[in-house]
């Protein structure tokens, strides 16, 4: 039974697209994560909510919006890509321990 | 000067050594300290916790705290081909709010 799940699992758009990423845990956990994996595998946090309320938003542009609908979903969705934005985003629950979706691979072409 | 500091390797070792994963950190506020372990092409997933200074063991993996010099580490012993992958360093001073991570090392076990 997957704990943290995220789809799409890959996605390939143009610059300028507007594209979701969908998160659900089933773990009960409070909080939930977006986090940025760059091609060097550098791993930063995005934002942080709990109990749907975001507690974080470690200066990401405006044009990542996440929604947390309750508690079990995060959801971001992403305005006028643009080429940076090429990464894997990865949705995690959890506090101090974190539990990890298998990652969304976004590329901008 | 980057909050978490950790060497991206590569590392190589062969089968059944010893081996020692570092990083250092700068801010004093962190108490939660975590080891995940990341696979090509998956999530990390959590190999290890530690709250505040102190050793901890689970099967082949020991971590170690050292607040007093800013120093986390891990020890893998008899390592296996399977561990192979990218260890991450994390460390969190907000209850979990904003973890911060290391750059990652990677290991490579030759059989």
């Known amino acids: 039974d997957t704990a943290v799940s995220q789809t799409p699992k890959y996605l390939v758009t143009q610059m300028g697209n507007d594209k979701s990423i969908k998160c659900e845990q089933n773990?009960?956990?409070?909080?939930m994560y977006w986090y940025k994996q760059d091609s060097k595998k550098f791993l930063k946090i995005m934002f942080s909510?709990?109990?749907?309320?975001?507690?974080i938003n470690e200066t990401v542009p405006n044009r990542f919006s996440p929604k947390s609908p309750d508690k079990a979903h995060l959801n971001l969705h992403i305005n006028s890509l643009e080429l940076g934005d090429s990464a894997v985003y990865f949705c995690?629950?959890?506090?101090?321990?974190?539990?990890f979706g298998p990652g969304t691979r976004l590329l901008v072409l | 000067q980057k909050e978490v500091e950790q060497d991206p390797g590569p590392l190589s070792v062969p089968e059944g050594a010893i081996v020692s994963l570092n990083c250092t950190y700068s801010?004093?506020?962190?108490?939660?300290f975590m080891w995940y372990r990341q696979y090509s092409r998956k999530g990390p997933e959590l190999l290890m916790y530690?709250?505040?200074?102190g050793n901890k063991e689970d099967g082949r993996f020991t971590a170690q705290v050292d607040k007093s010099s800013k120093y986390i580490s891990l020890f893998i012993r008899d390592s296996q081909p399977s561990d192979s992958a990218t260890y991450l360093c994390?460390?969190?001073?907000?209850?979990?709010?904003?973890?911060?991570f290391g750059a990652g090392t990677r290991l490579f076990v030759k059989a």
């Open positions: 530690t709250y505040s200074s």
């Open positions: 773990l009960g956990h409070d909080t």
């Open positions: 909510y709990n109990n749907k309320e975001l507690i």
């Open positions: 801010n004093s506020a962190f108490q939660y």
């Open positions: 994390a460390m969190d001073g907000t209850g979990g709010f904003k973890t911060i």
């Open positions: 995690a629950s959890g506090q101090e321990t974190q539990y």
